[in-house]
C-alpha cells in the first residue's frame, strides 16, 4: 500500500498563505487520483479537493478560488496551495490516495498522518 507523508502545515495570519505538500511512497502515475481532505476539532473530516491523473481538479464550495492543488508527477508529491486563509480553514489536513467514479472521489485506506493548519484572526 502506497504510504503518504504530509508537509508544510503551520501558523499563519488570517489572510496568509501557506502550501501544503504530500509525498508518496509510489509513483503517482499508478494512483487514479489524490485528495486533499481536513478534519476540524469536533468535525468530521471533510473532502477538499482532489486532482485526477489526468490534471482534473475539483474544490469544495468552501475553499474554491482560494485553493489550487496540484501535481509534480517527477516528484511524487500533491501541493495545496490555500491563500486567503480564514480562521474556519484550520483544521489538520490529510491527503488520500483513491479513484475517481462518476465524477466523485472515492477515498481508499491509504492515509498521511497530517499536518496542522492553524489560522489566527
Known amino acids: 500500500q502506497v504510504q503518504l507523508v504530509e508537509s508544510g502545515g503551520g501558523l499563519v495570519q488570517a489572510g496568509g498563505s501557506l502550501r501544503l505538500s504530500c509525498e508518496a511512497s509510489?509513483?503517482?502515475?499508478?494512483?487514479?487520483?489524490m485528495a486533499w481532505y481536513r478534519q476540524a476539532p469536533g468535525k468530521e473530516r471533510e473532502l477538499v479537493a482532489f486532482?485526477?491523473?489526468?490534471?482534473?481538479?475539483n474544490y469544495s464550495d468552501s475553499v474554491k478560488g482560494r485553493f489550487s492543488i496540484s501535481r509534480d508527477s517527477a516528484k511524487s508529491t500533491v501541493y495545496l496551495q490555500m491563500n486567503s486563509l480564514k480562521a474556519e480553514d484550520t483544521a489538520v489536513y490529510y491527503c488520500?490516495?483513491?479513484?475517481?467514479?462518476?465524477?466523485?472521489?472515492?477515498?481508499?485506506?491509504?492515509w498521511g498522518q497530517g499536518t496542522q493548519v492553524t489560522v489566527a484572526s
Open positions: 488520500n490516495a483513491g479513484s475517481i467514479y462518476s465524477g466523485n472521489f472515492r477515498n481508499s485506506s491509504a
Open positions: 509510489t509513483s503517482i502515475f499508478s494512483i487514479n487520483a
Open positions: 486532482i485526477s491523473l489526468f490534471g482534473r481538479t
